[in-house]
């Protein structure tokens, strides 16, 4: 039985229950100590019904937060068969055939009880920073099936009525390279869903179980009827993109979104067949991506909940790089297979928004990936560690403001707190000039930095690079929007850098270097004492015409050392003075002129 | 019924059909129905014209843009794969 709730108490209970994941995720980052949990902030914690529907997905990822619902019923049925569950359990899964989405993804899901009465569910997951697989870190190149990736379960017990389950907990973390650090990632979990137990119960203590349980009903319909609302606001349509993940193979994905009234049904039909590379995603991958998608582009002020999954229908053939079947891999789908249909459901919602005068304002234009690399060895304090390196990437454009510069996907680690766990050295990190896509609006930019060796004890640690491997992972234009520089992940074998450093001479561009330049594919590679490394982030895509731009945006651009004069000119058809270094009006307009001039004689 | 289609484009009806044309000239390019894309001056250059970090795209992608042919308005720039027969290949079909 449900009760009526009155608006004040729903806004109240509503933001309580966002409120607690938030409060999950503080406790992530506070308990646990790898680099992924406490500076990317690659985790999730969520909230759930009784029946494993999502309740509060609070910040973090969304898609992360519907698969998670996944593994809520997968443990529901398997626990609730045999082994039972009760109050005070945790549970943990990270089958990718079942609800993960790579194995390095734990989930751990915790029933929420009340007087011995199941009332919903909290659950979260870390990106632990070892799995046991081919590859230290857990992506893997070389993975050609599954069991080359590491752990893989199907659900398991891992506190049983309030106590940690020792042997299992040993016999999970002695099954890496890393037992420390991934027991370390497996209490912060139990600990963060903990919190989310001791903070339903209060509640539900406070307001009673059955007005909690009328306030859940009333979010998920509030959110649907709204998101449904919205949809049928935008003419029906049919928009379609494809993309291409690009190794020593390609493959395509391809979707079509048809909007009929107030249903959004995404068809991946046309993608190409699951690869014996761990790009593949599984299903419940690419539904919570769509997910995420709806609710970023028409939902994103709304409680994020099931309610959203409401209008969505995900259509993903059996057996294809969208719904991975058994024995296929996906240790490196989260920045391959993901990325690239994160960045599909984004761009035909986008073409969709376009279409409606109420909401073309929200278009933005969407990154297709990044690079990002494990590295692995032992640092100089003796121990032998594993840990990520990435860069922060910028934000797209939008329909009418700039992307942000380094406000692209996840967050980056804190350069200092790199060079003091690991033996690695910055010599530069920055934006990058002409990293945006040009456009009325310009896309963000990414960030830069070489690195070195330190203090090795080996002389050499393994770097295993991945992320979308081919040359056109970058922020991708929009509505004639430029797109960005690309994310480069590259080796500078035997460059100059020692004999720089014994002439006391601060190296600050790539070309003083020298060095071989090697880009780096899906590759393991080991970084030696004399060879730097080199990331860029993917830069954000340009928004319009950049002959639309303000010549004095292009102007303040140029000063702030993110648009070169060169450019400023070429793309922007904007002059600034050699003599005065001042904006020039005049020629500025001419120039335009000229080169719009120019596109009309094109061919057709 | 007129909605806008992207940035400079909409779709306009008049008593007969529906056609899709430019909002900056008021061009007419095609039937509604029809690939407006087919309608536009196109440009083929390298993939360095958008700028100096996509060198490493030369030899891959050429950068294709889409324009009014009549007053020269952007509707469109993407990267598309070179072919080595000189042609290139379009790795995304025509969008609504």
């Not at chain 1, 995720?25 to 902030?41: D, I, K, P, S, Y």
């Amino acid at each position: 039985m449900t009760m009526t709730v009155d608006p004040v108490t729903f806004e109240i209970l509503s933001h309580r229950l966002h409120q607690i994941t938030l409060e999950m995720g503080t406790t992530l980052e506070r308990v646990g100590g790898t680099v992924n949990t406490t500076q990317m902030h690659d985790y999730m914690a969520a909230l759930y019904t009784p029946d494993g529907n999502v309740l509060s997905a609070g910040e973090s990822m969304a898609r992360h937060a519907a698969c998670a619902g996944f593994a809520v019923k997968r443990i529901k049925e398997r626990f609730e068969e045999s082994g039972g569950i009760y109050p005070d359990d945790i549970f943990l899964i990270n089958d990718p055939y079942l609800a993960a989405i790579h194995q390095s993804d734990i989930y751990m899901v915790s029933p929420i009880h009340y007087k011995e009465r199941l009332l919903g569910w909290s659950a979260t997951f870390v990106h632990v920073m070892d799995i046991g697989a081919m590859s230290p870190g857990g992506n893997s190149p070389g993975a050609t099936e599954i069991c080359h990736e590491g752990l893989r379960i199907p659900g398991l017990k891992l506190v049983e009525r309030g106590k940690l389950r020792q042997d299992v907990f040993d016999t999970l973390i002695n099954m890496t390279r890393q037992p420390v650090m991934v027991g370390l990632d497996l209490k912060c979990e139990i600990a963060a869903n903990n919190v989310a137990k001791s903070r339903m119960q209060e509640m539900i203590e406070h307001y009673g179980a059955e007005l909690i349980t009328s306030v859940s009903s009333d979010m998920i319909h509030h959110s649907e009827s709204i998101l449904r609302a919205r949809i049928r606001e935008i003419p029906d349509g049919v928009w379609t993109d494809s993309g291409a993940i690009e190794t020593d193979e390609t493959w395509r994905v391809v979707l079509t979104l048809t909007k009929e009234r107030d249903r959004l049904t995404f068809d991946f039909t046309g993608s190409d067949k699951q690869a014996r590379r761990g790009i593949n995603l599984p299903y419940h991958a690419t539904f919570g991506a769509c997910f995420e998608s709806v609710l970023s582009t028409l939902g994103y002020d709304l409680p994020r909940n099931h309610g959203a999954f409401g209008p969505i229908n995900v259509i993903a053939p059996e057996g294809t790089v969208v719904n991975v079947q058994y024995p296929a891999p996906v240790s490196l789908n989260t920045t391959s297979g993901m990325k690239t249909v994160q960045y599909l459901s984004g761009s035909v919602l986008m073409q969709m928004l376009a279409t409606s005068d109420k909401w073309k304002r929200e278009v933005m234009a969407l990154s297709l990936g990044f690079r990002l690399a494990r590295h692995a060895g032992v640092n100089q304090h003796g121990r032998y560690y594993v840990s990520t390196l990435l860069d922060l990437s910028g934000a797209g454009a939008t329909s009418y403001r700039d992307g942000m510069n380094s406000g692209g996907y996840l967050t980056a680690h804190n350069a200092e707190w790199i060079e003091s766990n690991f033996p690695l050295m910055y010599l530069f990190r920055r934006h990058v000039t002409d990293g945006g896509g040009a456009g009325k609006f310009v896309g963000g930019a990414g960030a830069e930095a070489a690195m070195a060796l330190h203090d090795a004890p080996e002389d050499k640690i393994k770097i295993i690079a991945f992320g979308v491997a081919g040359l056109r992972n970058s922020g991708q234009g929009i509505f004639g929007g430029y797109p960005a520089a690309p994310s480069l992940l590259m080796l500078l074998e035997e460059s100059k850098l020692p004999g720089l450093i014994a002439q006391r001479k601060y190296p600050r561009e790539l070309n003083e270097l020298g060095g071989r330049r090697k880009l780096l594919p899906y590759s393991e590679v080991e970084l030696k004492n004399d060879d730097v490394l080199y990331i860029r982030a993917a830069s954000g895509g340009g928004y319009g015409d950049p002959l639309e731009r303000e010549p004095q945006l292009v102007f303040e651009d140029v000063r702030n050392g993110l648009v070169s004069k060169a450019t400023a000119e070429q793309i922007y058809g904007v002059i600034i003075e050699e003599s005065t270094q001042l904006l020039n009006p005049t020629g500025t307009r001419e120039l335009r002129l000229k080169l719009r001039q120019k596109r009309t004689q094109q061919p057709r | 019924m007129n909605h806008p289609l992207r940035e400079n484009l909409e779709v306009y009806a008049d008593q007969a059909s529906e056609w899709i044309r430019c909002t900056q000239c008021l061009r007419v390019l095609c039937r509604a129905n029809d690939n407006w894309r087919d309608s536009c001056a196109r440009r083929l250059s390298p993939p360095t014209q958008a700028g100096p970090l996509l060198q490493e795209l030369t030899e891959h992608f050429l950068l294709e843009q889409l324009y009014c042919p009549g007053c020269g308005a952007l509707f469109n720039t993407d990267l598309v794969e070179e072919q080595k027969n000189g042609q290139e290949e379009r790795t995304k079909p025509a969008k609504a």
